[in-house]
């Protein structure tokens, strides 16, 4: 309808939104003055406006009861929400409580992770044992299946012919070579 604009300057709130010149017809029927001020067309509708001659607009707010059809409960309700602008809140010992929770969940898992390897790991492991698993970044309980894709992807980082025959990559490859073949001989007497 009319294009208005809008003024966000409380202290001219009694001032006219718009220049009078400018402004549309009053909203009520039958007055011939401009329409200069705003006002909310309800209490659901505060971001809809009629436009009012200052006549109009002081009996429209002389009438205007935001509260006119609630209890009192609603009322405190609406006062309470509205020192938090209306917006949802969680109590400070909730998001602590919940978080607590992940917490301790996620320690649980960890420790019976934890508890889990060292049930799995035999009390004494031979230090050779011990070496060739830490050569090839292996956990204790292993199997034919990872061995050899473990060894695999480490061949493929440290072959001498990959790397330009570097000496230092040439005695770990042979390091590496070693321990597998010491690992798969464990596996066949097992």
């Known amino acids: ?14 001032a ?16 011939t003055e401009h329409g200069a001020y705003k006002a909310p067309i309800s209490k659901d509708r505060l971001h809809d406006y009629q436009w009012y001659c200052l006549e109009h607009v002081r009996e429209h707010n002389q009438q205007w009861d935001f509260f006119g059809g609630m209890s009192t409960a609603e009322i405190e309700q609406f ?5 938090t602008g209306h917006r949802p809140t969680w109590s400070r010992e909730a998001t602590i409580k919940a978080t607590n ?17 060292r049930v799995n790991t035999p009390p004494t492991l031979p230090a050779k044992l011990r070496k060739a698993l830490a050569t090839l970044d292996l956990d204790y309980p292993y199997d034919n299946k990872t061995l050899k894709s473990q060894y695999r992807a480490l061949v493929k980082k440290f072959h001498p012919d990959v790397n330009k025959g570097s000496k230092a990559f040439e ?13 798969a001989e464990q596996l066949k007497k097992d």
């Open 16 to 31: 006219p939104h718009i220049p009078p010149e400018s402004a549309p017809p009053c909203a009520v029927s039958g007055c």
């Open 171 to 183: 005695e770990q490859f042979k390091q590496i070579t070693a321990s597998y073949n010491y690992l």
């Open 79 to 83: 006062m309470k929400e509205a020192v």
């Open 101 to 117: 929770a992940k917490l301790y969940e996620k320690l649980e898992e960890f420790l019976s992770m934890t508890s889990q390897r």
């Open 1 to 14: 309808m009319y294009d208005l604009p809008m003024t966000g300057n409380r202290r001219r709130d009694f």
